[in-house]
Every structure is written in structure tokens, then in C-alpha cells.
Nanobody, 124 residues
Framework: QVQLVESGGGLVQAGESLRLSCAASGRTFRSYNMGWFRQAPGKEREFVAG????????YYADSVKGRFTISRDNTKNAVYLQMNSLTPEDTAVYYC?????????????????WGQGTQVTVSS
């Protein structure tokens, strides 16, 4: 079992930045591919970013490319999402998850062990 706890969300104005953190339990964290998803009210959960187990490969949704950066620190069992130039369209609950199967990074069905989420609200 893996437990994930997200933090770092909050209320910011458009153009500002936030850094989300996801803390994971378990000694095998360094072997996990990880992803960040988000879900806005009334919308489906959507892929934001993914990172391979060693941090060597990263993947982004087109909507966040150039603004968001995913990273990880395997010594701290943590994955991060640096979000810059935030817009009101980024408002959502953000979740981290462990990618456990398949080659697609952007499908939520490829992930297990979701965190409880952290709310990000961007005002205009």
C-alpha cells in the first residue's frame, strides 16, 4: 500500500505561482512513476504532468506546458508541481497518483493510490 498526501494549495491571483508537494509513504517510492491530475467542478479529472521513477522523463498536458514543472526527490519520498503564471482556468483540486500500468500517462485509469487532493484557486 502507498499513501499520498498533497499540500501547498491555496488562493492566489492570476499570474502568481504555487508549488504543490506530494509526500508518499513506503520504501519503494523511488520505483514509482508519478503523476499529477486536477479536477475542476463539473469537469472530469484531467492529466496535468507525469514523471518517471528516476526523474529522467517528464510529460505535460498542452494546457500547462511552459508554465508548470514536475520534479521529484526520491530521498524525501516526494514529488512536486511548480505552477507559474497561474490563470483562473487552473482552478481545481489537484491530485497526485502512482502510475501502475500501461504506457499512457494521461489516462487516470493507469493510476492507483490517489491522494486526497489539494485545492488551488486562482482569482482574476
Amino acid at each position: 500500500q502507498v499513501q499520498l498526501v498533497e499540500s501547498g494549495g491555496g488562493l492566489v491571483q492570476a499570474g502568481e505561482s504555487l508549488r504543490l508537494s506530494c509526500a508518499a509513504s513506503g520504501r519503494t517510492f523511488r520505483s514509482y512513476n508519478m503523476g499529477w491530475f486536477r479536477q475542476a467542478p463539473g469537469k472530469e479529472r484531467e492529466f496535468v504532468a507525469g514523471i518517471s521513477w528516476d526523474g529522467g522523463s517528464t510529460y505535460y498536458a498542452d494546457s500547462v506546458k511552459g508554465r508548470f514543472t514536475i520534479s521529484r526527490d526520491n530521498t524525501k519520498n516526494a514529488v512536486y508541481l511548480q505552477m507559474n503564471s497561474l490563470t483562473p482556468e487552473d482552478t481545481a483540486v489537484y491530485y497526485c497518483a502512482v502510475k501502475t500500468r500501461g504506457t499512457s500517462w494521461d489516462r487516470a485509469t493507469r493510476y492507483d493510490y490517489w491522494g486526497q487532493g489539494t485545492q488551488v484557486t486562482v482569482s482574476s
